[in-house]
């Protein structure tokens, strides 16, 4: 699933607004917002964002997984 913190940086990787991703996964703007600001949501509207940012290209990468193919991205390195 999908973490606020990927949330937005998809956004920058598409050059996509918070309305864009309201757009594309057929949620409202507020609904974004209070996502992408760590507060909870429907899980139905998780999976429409991540849905949305999947049809537009983004691969979402799980903490430890490994990404061997693909295009450019980011990933945040855990610090101990």
Do not use: Y
Not at 30 to 56: C, H, M, P, W, Y
């Amino acid at each position: 699933m999908i973490s606020p913190d990927q949330c937005r940086a998809a956004r920058a990787l598409l050059g996509w607004t918070a309305n864009d991703v309201a757009l594309a996964a057929k949620v409202g703007i507020a609904t974004v917002k209070r996502f992408e600001s760590g507060q909870v949501v429907q899980a139905t509207t998780v999976t429409a964002i991540t849905n949305a940012l999947s049809d537009s290209g983004i691969t979402l990468i799980s903490a430890g997984a490994r990404s061997d193919t693909g295009g450019a991205g980011v990933r945040l390195t855990d610090h101990a």
